[in-house]
């Protein structure tokens, strides 16, 4: 092997490190737990809501800035504190952030969980109500980090633990997880305002016991969903003042510009992971945080020196020196790959992006629906139509598509199964997830279809006719992919 493809195999290995187990590469397969590469590989891929190959494009920038940034195979803790503060820059940039905030990284969304208990941390001595909108439409490691516990047995500092175990170190011990659901049996999801109104009574509760609430925003579950809405999280802020803090769950990163500002505005946090529809590789994740916020903050828990880096946290963060001074290369260049990809979408003009959606859907609809006899879920309330064609863009580019009425009424784990097989046939669609039900109780059979930002980016440089065929295409590949695993 010459120098050059070692060093270009070199990059899919470091895509590799630097996380937890989910991270790891099966020597057979080539694929982590999550069936993606770490190398551009020739996939019918349609799944951004779980994981991406990394594109050609971003494979090549990052060897690139491997060369640049790494050219004897090393990073210095300084070099890394200097390429995050770098890439702090690129992403305030691309989202057009004005207003004072800065960014705290992360391996993966599961561990950005931490920066809402550290921002928690010393507003009540009683405890912390973590109120987290359809656990089941989150990441399931998420429960964990939320709780305040290890989610896995290796940290990505490589730190072997037990998972389930609370993180300690002064982290709020007495954290309380408490979950809404945003869908009905049937997958109907439940109304904005009645979400809000439960919010309301979960954040008097706790209150009048002297805790903390902490209430996760969905901006872009794992099936689309967006709650509360602005006007709601104002009411809650008025009602509640100090005793309420908002987090955004926006790590399906399907979000505007538009939208960051204004939850950076009401002084929330907003997260989001480079993994998913940023099409960079798994995993990585970043939040942005107003500064005011930081100003504000209680010292750094001494448990998450388990975790993070010092330089993954701002500088100005209270306590951050408590953390060792290393360098996750594999972290950052995954971070450079996805923002690579962010640079780019955030380029075109949102009316060409529309375009691309459009296509997208009419091609969903045709396939999974007309063809297949799916049936979409709705990422609003029954009759609220008009509020998903209201959505941002980016909210479009996702489809979670109820397989139920297929023949053989398929449950959860049919589709779990049909998964798996569609990636040896080389298609990869979106994990399944648990919001539909069979009339025993069983969770139904769902899978999602969703577009990435490389995907965006590839369909913009195409005229109308050559992307209609090339969407026709891959669906097609999809459909017969589905009925052939189907007839086996």
Not at 74 to 96: Q, T
Not at 271 to 279: I, R
Not at 399 to 421: E, M, Y
Request: a negative charge.
């Amino acid at each position: 092997m010459s120098e050059t493809r070692k060093s270009d195999a070199r990059l899919g290995e470091l895509f590799s490190t630097g996380g937890d187990a989910r991270i790891v590469i099966d020597p057979a397969t080539r694929r982590n737990q999550y069936m993606s590469s770490p190398w551009p590989v020739a996939t019918v891929a349609y799944a951004s809501s779980t994981a991406n190959d990394v594109s050609a494009d971003a494979y090549a920038h990052g060897l690139e800035r491997l060369a640049a940034l790494a050219p004897d195979g090393a990073l210095s803790p300084e070099g890394y504190a200097a390429a995050l503060e770098g890439l702090r820059g690129r992403i305030l940039a691309a989202y057009g952030v004005t207003t004072p905030a800065s960014v705290v990284f992360a391996a993966s969304g599961t561990d950005l969980e931490y920066l809402g208990l550290a921002h928690a941390k010393g507003r009540s001595s009683i405890g912390i109500r973590n109120v987290l909108l359809g656990a089941d439409e989150v990441g399931s490691g998420c429960v964990y980090s939320a709780s305040g516990q290890f989610f896995a047995g290796l940290t990505a500092r490589g730190v072997p633990v037990a998972k389930g175990e609370p993180i300690g170190g002064d982290l709020p011990a007495r954290v309380e997880l408490y979950n809404i659901p945003v869908r009905d049996d049937a997958g109907r999801a439940v109304s904005a305002a009645e979400m809000a109104d439960a919010i309301d009574r979960a954040v008097a509760e706790a209150h009048a016991e002297g805790k903390h609430t902490l209430v996760h925003v969905l901006h872009g579950s794992k099936t689309g969903l967006v709650v509360p809405h602005f006007e709601h999280i104002d009411g809650l802020r008025e009602r509640h003042g100090a005793a309420v803090s908002f987090i955004v769950d926006a790590c399906q990163a399907r979000i505007t510009s538009q939208a960051i500002h204004a939850y950076l505005a009401r002084g929330c946090i907003v997260m989001l992971t480079g993994s998913k529809f940023m099409g960079g590789p798994p995993f990585s994740g970043f939040a942005l945080v107003p500064q005011a916020l930081i100003d504000a903050a209680a010292e750094l828990p001494r448990g998450l020196a388990q975790v993070f880096r010092r330089a993954e946290w701002p500088a100005d963060w209270p306590g951050v020196g408590q953390l060792d001074e290393e360098a996750n290369l594999g972290l950052l260049m995954r971070l450079e790959a996805s923002i690579f990809e962010l640079e780019h979408f955030q380029a075109i003009p949102i009316a060409r992006v529309e375009r691309v959606v459009l296509a997208f859907h009419a091609a969903v609809r045709s396939a999974f629906v007309e063809r297949l006899g799916g049936r979409r879920l709705a990422p609003y309330e029954p009759g609220a139509l008009a509020e998903g064609d209201a959505h941002p863009v980016e909210m479009r580019t996702l489809s979670t598509i109820d397989l139920r009425g297929l023949p053989g009424a398929p449950d959860f784990d049919d589709a779990v199964a049909l998964h798996k097989a569609l990636v040896e046939r080389d298609v990869r669609l979106g994990q399944p997830v648990k919001c539909v039900k069979l009339p025993d109780g069983r969770w139904g059979a769902t899978i999602r279809v969703g577009l990435s930002m490389p995907q965006v980016t590839a369909f913009d440089r195409m005229d109308d006719a050559a992307m209609t065929a090339k969407l026709a295409a891959d669906m097609d590949r999809i459909v017969a992919a589905i009925e052939d695993v189907r007839a086996a």
